[in-house]
């Protein structure tokens, strides 16, 4: 793909995303508006084990 006609590139990029999320366009996937990628990324974010407390926030209140 890297050397072909950026046309037939494209073409073979929008076939993926075909195969990958049926009936979502390309801003949709970029987007993530589909629950199931919003759940991954969700899933992937580290956390926090705890909130911290009111005094721990006036610390790192500058």
């Known amino acids: 793909m890297e050397k072909g006609d950026a046309g037939l ?3 073979q990029v929008l076939r993926y ?3 990958i999320a049926p009936a979502m366009s390309l801003l949709q996937l970029l987007q993530a508006e589909d629950p199931a ?3 991954l990324e969700a899933g ?3 956390k926090r084990t705890r ?3 009111k ?3 006036n ?3 500058f």
Do not use: Q
């Open 51 to 53: 909130g911290l407390s």
């Open 55 to 57: 005094e721990e926030l």
């Open 9 to 11: 590139a494209m073409g």
């Open 59 to 61: 610390k790192l209140d």
């Open 44 to 46: 992937e974010k580290r």
């Open 17 to 19: 995303i075909d195969a």
């Open 37 to 39: 990628l919003a759940a």
